[in-house]
């Protein structure tokens, strides 16, 4: 493929952590050209000052979004904080492919969206041009649609184990609980007194108990598999590690269900899936087995109560839970193998 065959695109928040994680992914895209980087607070420096891990590489300087010749470009990249993307978005070209890791066009109903981030939405008439991001659900969707919302990292790490067996009708969809645990990555890169070393290392807690903006986005998908209204018990954890996330998942069998029939419906929904791979009988997946990799693994353990089950899931929060993902449905939108730039092995140890 030529340089002028290459799909042109930009990064926009380009110094945050998503917009890091999808640089270093993309530098080793053959079909991506990385023309315009932008970081408001940054602009004018280069992308090593900001990420010393991406020296070498020869990207443009950091600008601001305001300076991006947008008509150069086929596809954006919005990296943005949550609450900057909707009016961002409305005013680029028509013609540009959004694939958007932001929260900003996640929820499907902009009311729904307003009560949990408390504001309107800002562009609800592009609403009913988004697909839900799920790269594994959604493939139709995603190639129909301008703008792709990727999801949040809590709900891939609940969705791909919970998805197959609430469609199966295999669980009382009335009773799940998802218990995760996440990496101070998950939190962004700002600096905020909360995420100083002292105050969250050699410690775990919970935190925005019940009222995690990530719980309605579990529910809506939920709901659409269960083809009725769903509500799941979700709790986020923070864990003192960089990255990953393990979610326990704990669910109440159908009448006539063991786990085992949960087993047999996650290895065949996922047998032809590259990232997605249920683990053997007994095995228990880890954060460290995915680490910087585009992989989920899922594990399946009968519960000592009756009638119960208890899903395991891991995968990188920044990875297949953000800008790992936002690639593989870049992939997907532009007709490329979906596993271009991600077939990297996890790291270990």
């Known amino acids: 493929m030529t340089e002028k065959q290459k799909i042109r695109v930009a990064v926009l928040g380009a110094s945050g952590y998503t917009g890091g994680e999808t640089l270093r992914l993309a530098v080793r895209h053959e079909s991506m050209e990385l023309l315009a980087l932008t970081a408001d607070r940054h602009a004018g420096e280069s992308i090593e000052e900001v990420f010393p891990n991406l020296a070498g590489y020869k990207l443009p300087p950091l600008t601001k979004i305001d300076d991006v010749n947008f008509s150069q470009l086929d596809a954006v990249f919005c990296c943005l904080p949550h609450g900057a993307t909707q009016e961002v978005v409305k005013a680029l070209p028509e013609s540009l ?47 129909k649609n301008r703008i792709t919302a990727c999801p949040g990292c809590y709900p891939t790490s609940a969705l791909l184990p919970l998805l197959p067996i609430v469609s199966a009708g295999q669980i009382i969809v009335n009773d799940i609980i998802i218990d995760s645990k996440s990496g101070v990555s998950g939190a962004g890169r700002a600096a905020t007194q909360a995420m100083l070393f002292s105050e969250v290392g050699e410690g775990l807690h919970a935190y925005n108990i019940g009222i995690h903006r990530h719980g309605p986005e579990i529910d809506q998908e939920l709901s659409i598999a269960a083809k009725e209204s769903v509500v799941a018990n979700f709790t986020p954890h923070l864990v003192p590690m960089n990255r990953g996330i393990l979610s326990t998942i704990y669910v109440r069998l159908a009448e006539g269900v063991g786990a085992e029939d949960l087993r047999k419906t996650l290895v065949r929904r996922y047998e032809d899936e590259p990232f997605v791979q249920v683990v053997g009988p007994g095995k228990s997946p880890a954060t460290r087995h995915v680490r910087g990799s585009n ?35 870049f992939n997907l939108v532009f007709g490329l193998p979906e596993v271009l730039a991600l077939e990297q092995a996890p790291i270990f140890p």
Do not use: M
Request: aromatic share 10%; charged share 25%.
């Open 295 to 329: 992989k989920c693994l899922i594990g399946v353990f009968a519960d000592r109560l009756p009638h119960r089950a208890i899903l395991l899931c891991a995968i990188d929060n920044l990875v297949k839970g953000s800008s790992g993902q936002a690639i593989q449905n």
């Open 97 to 143: 492919r959004v694939i958007d890791l932001s929260a900003d066009f996640r929820i499907r109903d902009p009311e729904v969206y307003a009560k949990w981030y408390g504001h309107q939405h800002y562009a609800p008439e592009l609403q009913c041009n988004v697909a839900y991001g799920l790269t594994e659900y959604n493939r139709g969707e995603l190639k």
